[in-house]
Structures are given as structure tokens and as C-alpha cells.
């Protein structure tokens, strides 16, 4: 390859605007590769770290933001055996703890952390998947251990997380509901889930409708706050498992300690800021991508499309939660 320099978008002020710089293109070095990049997926921590309100997810500016990518590799650094120039992946590469984000025509990022994207998704869809993906992985996989037979509640159904999680659910066997407003109903129906209205119906209502008053077997909040509170009452006593990608603020633990339940917390950041465990969020990846492939694992895309131009007017949108569905911005054609 004979480009030498590219075109990226760094954010030089906190809560500022993205500038357009040309930058040298990085040289991979031992275990990178060079990617090309094609989208840059948009998650609600993008807008965090812009307005420097992700304190767990420090990223000393100037800095180039964008944490999900899909691409073309152009060049592997030395120790790279498991990809080639001229494959297409995706993947959670940077945009924290000092790594370059994907709002640039090219990155040097560590190849344990990509994995070859699904044969039957576009880029820009590719790009909408990683974050998303892995953190409900690392829940319900994971922590949980979810199993076909068991009744899984996933609050926040039809959000980024949420729609992921109640598709693995699925696809792991398990009986699935989640919690949504009645605008969204349809939207975790279509993804094999059982729509519950949370605005309506009390807990102590939709445990005993749905479980006979025993309590869902694994819980994933995707929300936070009151809703993780929530979490706690409806799990089922001594087997049950509570998930949390949202775990903030004070909770009282004794609801789930007088069911003799078990809690989790999800944090997928935290190999890219420690560069610990990364191989695992390639395989994770590898494992969605047959997922995708096979038709289990479809992101819910908004249908409004944006370039390195309008970049920001994206990363706003999802900052203020306007989103339907995940947003993308697509760095080449």
C-alpha cells in the first residue's frame, strides 16, 4: 500500500466539534494489522467520552472517538497469522484509553480483537454490531451461563444491548421476554421475545403472569437505575442470575440476597484499557458472526445514513437518544 497520510476526525476540546486533520497512516507493529476502514458504529459511550462525562473510560485529547469498526485489511505487523491482507472484519478496537478510534480512513489496531465480519452484512451493519454484541455475550454467556429451557427477562428489549441480548437468548434455547414500551412491542416480537409494557405492569404482575410467581431464571438490565431495583425483586429464588451492563448509582442488595440470587456486572471495556483477555472478544465475535450468518443475529439499523461530513450530527442524534435503531457513520462507500 502507498497511501501515506489520511483523513481523520479528532476531537481537540471536550464536548467540541470533530475537525478534520490529515493524519500519517499508522504502521502496524507486532500483532496489529492495518485496517482500512469502511464504518464506524455509534454507541451513547461515544458521546459520553466527547463531552468527557465517562469517567471509566478516559481518552486523553486530541483524540480520534469511534469504538466499533468494520474494514478491510491492508497489512499485518509481524506475530499476525490468524488474518490476511484482503480480509473484511469487525470489531472493538479504540477510541479509549489512549487507542484510535474508527472516525479515520485507516487504524493500526490489535488483531486479537477483530474477527472476520458476517459474509451476509454490510459494513455499515458489521460496524452497528461489536460493542453491542460482545457486552451481551460476556452477560448472558458468560456470567450467566444461559441455557436452553430456562426464562430470561431482558429489560430494555429494543435498545443497542437489548435487541442483541433477546437474540442470543433465542438462539441459546431460552424463553424470552423483555421489557419495552408499547411502541416497541413489535419490534422484540419480531426478534422472538414476548414484549412486556414496563409503564404498566408492576413487577409482582409480569412475574406472575410470565413464571407463575417463581421468578425469571437470568435477568439482563440494560438501563440502570430503578429498572437493575426491578431486577432484583423478579429473579427466581436461589438459582436466578441478575445482569447489568448499567450497574450505577446506590442499590439495596437485599432483595437479591433473600432470593439467594446472584449478580453480575458487565464491563467490556476492560481489555482495551488493560489489553487483557482481547483473543476473547475476537472469538466472541467469530461466534456472532455464525450467528448473523445463519440468520440468528440481526442489528436493528436506523435508516438514516452519514459520512465523515456529517459525523457529528450522528453522534448527537444517538447522545440525545434519538436513535431508532443503531446509527453509523460510513467512512468509504
Not at 500483532?31 to 459511550?45: D, F, M, R
Not at 413489535?186 to 422472538?192: D, K
Not at 442488595?253 to 476492560?270: D, E, K, N, Q
Request: aromatic fraction near 4%; glycine fraction near 12%.
Amino acid at each position: 500500500m502507498t497511501t501515506t497520510s489520511m483523513r481523520a476526525l479528532v476531537l481537540e476540546a471536550t464536548d467540541g466539534p470533530f475537525l478534520s486533520r490529515t493524519l500519517p497512516v499508522p504502521v502496524p507493529g507486532p500483532g496489529q494489522v492495518l485496517l482500512e476502514i469502511a464504518a464506524s458504529g455509534v454507541n451513547p459511550l461515544d458521546g459520553k467520552i466527547r463531552a468527557g462525562k465517562a469517567a471509566h473510560a478516559r481518552h486523553a485529547l486530541p483524540a480520534v472517538l469511534g469504538m466499533d469498526v468494520a474494514g478491510v485489511v491492508r497489512a499485518v505487523g509481524p506475530g499476525v497469522a490468524r488474518l490476511r491482507v484482503g480480509d473484511q472484519v469487525y470489531g472493538l478496537t479504540g477510541g479509549v484509553g489512549g487507542l484510535q478510534g474508527s472516525l479515520a480512513e485507516f487504524a493500526a489496531v490489535d488483531a486479537d480483537l477483530l474477527a472476520r465480519k458476517p459474509a451476509n452484512l454490510s459494513m455499515r451493519e458489521a460496524a452497528a454490531l461489536p460493542l453491542i454484541t460482545i457486552t451481551a455475550w460476556e452477560g448472558l454467556v458468560d456470567r450467566a451461563r444461559t441455557r436452553a429451557g430456562q426464562k430470561v427477562l431482558v429489560h430494555g428489549g429494543a435498545g443497542g444491548v437489548g435487541h442483541v441480548a433477546v437474540q442470543l437468548a433465542k438462539a441459546l434455547g431460552a424463553e424470552v421476554y423483555a421489557t419495552v414500551s408499547p411502541e416497541q412491542a413489535e419490534t422484540v416480537r419480531r426478534f422472538g421475545a414476548t414484549p412486556i409494557d414496563y409503564r404498566t405492569t408492576a413487577v409482582e404482575a409480569y412475574v406472575a403472569e410470565h413464571t407463575g410467581g417463581l421468578g425469571f431464571d437470568v435477568i439482563y438490565d440494560t438501563v440502570g437505575g430503578a429498572v437493575l431495583d426491578a431486577a432484583f425483586q423478579a429473579v427466581r429464588p436461589h438459582v436466578g442470575h441478575v445482569l447489568s451492563c448499567l450497574g450505577w448509582g446506590t442499590h439495596a442488595l437485599a432483595p437479591l440476597s433473600f432470593r439467594a440470587a446472584s449478580y453480575s456486572g458487565v464491563f467490556t471495556l476492560l481489555p482495551l484499557l488493560t489489553g487483557e483477555g482481547r483473543a476473547h472478544h475476537g472469538h466472541i465475535l467469530e461466534e456472532a458472526a455464525k450467528l448473523a450468518e445463519r440468520g440468528q443475529l440481526v442489528p436493528l439499523m436506523d435508516a438514516r445514513r452519514y459520512t465523515l461530513d456529517s459525523a457529528l450530527a450522528a453522534h448527537e442524534e444517538v447522545a440525545a437518544g434519538r436513535a431508532r435503531g443503531r446509527l453509523v457513520v460510513e467512512v468509504r462507500a
